[in-house]
């Protein structure tokens, strides 16, 4: 099945137009094909959950778990994709539906105006599925973004859903992506306690060690559960960084700190690690011999030919035995350059919004002239080095807000503090910017300031894919102006869309780090 494909959802779309003939992600046309057939099967099984009272939750926690399948960098696995649409065909025939999407191809709409609408539609419903299944494996729902999700996927699959209304779908996206990330921070901190402020080691140990990678807390508890007194010691990777700031993951001694960097280094910090890798959600990238017979995915996670260890049954933990074996046979990681870096994170809202009254008074009196939050993800595009650039560029006299994997470009920066403030605070992972946004509202409070955008607070995001697509609209839904979105402007936004998004919401794309600093600290 190799052969032509269209995808443009990601940061990496070739030429930044899109890619035709695999990826640079590691997709090939066979999957990418596939990935749109399920998409077009969800659609099906959206319009015909549409307007009816008498299904139970079932069919749109599916939809949730396929959607999540397809985010950039979660799933090379064709038999995994070809089981999902099994599994919505059978949905189709439970519901007695005879609704099928003929084309699934994006390239089926032929006017790109139209389908640029589609499509950011559909990429923002992605971000939102990635954190309301993370918020259900610790069993927490939300009709009102299930509901949501069956109405603009159906938009999305009725040919004569003019733009005018997805447009107004998109708005209400970024709603519902608050309210998913909003849904997601209540899961994690009623299930583990809100994060506190704490150093994490960024060293290697000398027991053989397991690295989990990934966003899905549930499984990081119960892998620390299943290794303890095992002489094993367990590390976060990528965004599984700020578990290591949740009060019931430092009860486990065996948790042993952060190992490695973003996705980016993924392939190098595998290797090194030495021992087993398990990754439970996005991004992975193409699996290297260096560690081959040591990687294991979980949850929508999958590539052909890797082992992955499968969902809970009722009652019971995932499993991961032949993880924790092959781990005992498996020397310790080795040392990194990072090695004797300390990270500091933990800047839950609970936390800050404590403090927020001296904040504002250090607002006033121009102790902290500006925030500037740099959240998102991290990618390959040599223009990331911007990220960076930019942290060193600001004055003193600002606080760096962050969250994702667009961090660890700048996470080892020592910009010392302000008044004991921290000039980096590391809120989490990227749907903690959520915390961020609590920050931001606790702030006009106490400020006394009309509109979020009138605050000293600029945005600056790193976008990857999809999840931060749905920040961006949450952002931009919220009344966030200025905004600065990079490395570049995402493929599928049509001139169109970019008109809008700069004219209505002062959206900008990156320059240089200096000029950038520069203009939001003069309020642009
Ligand atoms: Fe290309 Fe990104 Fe789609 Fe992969 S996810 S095929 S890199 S646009």
Redesign the pocket.
């Known amino acids: 099945m190799e052969g032509s494909?269209f995808?443009?959802?990601?940061?990496?779309?070739?030429g930044n137009k899109?890619?035709t003939s695999?990826?640079?992600?590691?997709?090939t046309s066979e999957t990418?094909n596939l990935q749109d057939r399920l998409i077009a099967e969800l659609k099906a099984v959206a319009l015909t959950l549409e307007g009816r009272t008498n299904v139970t939750r079932e069919f749109s926690r599916f939809i949730v778990r396929a959607m999540s399948a397809t985010l950039?960098?979660t799933n090379f696995n064709p038999d995994r994709i070809y089981a999902l649409i099994d599994e919505a065909r059978r949905a189709l025939r439970t519901l007695d539906s005879d609704i099928r999407v003929q084309d699934p191809s994006i390239l089926s709409v032929e006017d790109t105006e139209e389908r640029s609408y589609r499509e950011m539609l559909v990429y923002g419903l992605k971000g939102v599925c990635a954190f309301a299944f993370h918020a259900l494996a610790l069993g927490y729902e939300d009709n009102a973004i299930y509901n949501f999700i069956i109405k603009a996927l159906s938009a999305t699959a009725k040919p004569d859903t003019p733009h005018e209304r997805l447009a107004l779908l998109i708005v209400e996206c970024g709603r519902v992506a608050s309210i998913a990330m909003a849904l997601l921070d209540e899961a994690n901190t009623e299930t583990y306690g809100s994060p506190t402020i704490c150093h994490v080691s960024w060293a290697a140990g000398r027991n053989p060690g397991i690295l989990m990678s990934g966003q899905d807390l549930k499984d990081l508890e119960e892998l620390l559960i299943q290794t303890e007194h095992a002489d094993i010691d367990v590390y976060t990777h990528g965004d599984m960084l700020p578990a290591n700031t949740y009060p019931a993951f430092r009860k486990f001694p065996h948790l042993k700190g952060n190992y490695g960097g973003s996705w980016r280094t993924q392939a190098q910090d595998f290797a090194s690690f030495n021992g087993p890798v398990i990754v439970n959600s996005n991004c992975i990238v193409p699996v290297q011999d260096a560690y081959r017979e040591r990687i294991f995915t979980t949850g929508m996670v999958g590539c052909k030919g890797t082992p992955h260890i499968t969902h809970r049954h009722i009652g019971m933990q995932k499993d991961f035995s032949e993880v924790i074996r092959l781990a005992k046979t498996l020397p310790p990681p080795t040392a990194l350059e990072t090695d004797s870096v300390i990270l500091t994170g933990g800047f839950g809202h609970h936390q800050v919004c404590s403090v927020i009254s001296q904040i504002a008074r250090y607002i006033e009196n121009g102790t902290i002239r500006r925030f500037i939050v740099i959240a998102g993800e991290d990618g390959r595009d040599e223009r990331r080095e911007y990220y960076r650039e930019l942290a060193k560029a600001l004055p003193p006299d600002t606080v760096i807000l962050t969250a994702g994997g667009a961090k660890y470009r700048f996470l080892d920066l020592d910009l010392g503090k302000i008044t004991g403030i921290p000039r980096i605070m590391d809120v989490g992972q990227i749907s903690d910017v959520y915390t961020i946004i609590r920050i931001a509202l606790e702030l006009q409070n106490a400020l006394g300031i009309r509109t979020l955008d009138k605050l000293p607070v600029s945005f600056v995001l790193s976008w990857y894919?999809q999840k931060t697509i749905a920040v961006f609209l949450a952002l931009l839904t919220l009344g966030f102006k200025n905004i600065r979105l990079g490395p570049t402007f995402p493929?599928f936004c049509s001139p169109g869309i970019l008109e809008v998004l700069t004219r209505d919401y002062s959206v900008k794309p990156i320059g240089s780090a200096e000029a950038d600093a520069a203009d939001m600290m003069a309020g642009n």
């Open positions: 494909m995808c443009y959802q990601c940061q990496e779309a070739s899109g890619c695999g990826g640079r992600c590691g997709e990418a950039t960098d894919e493929a």
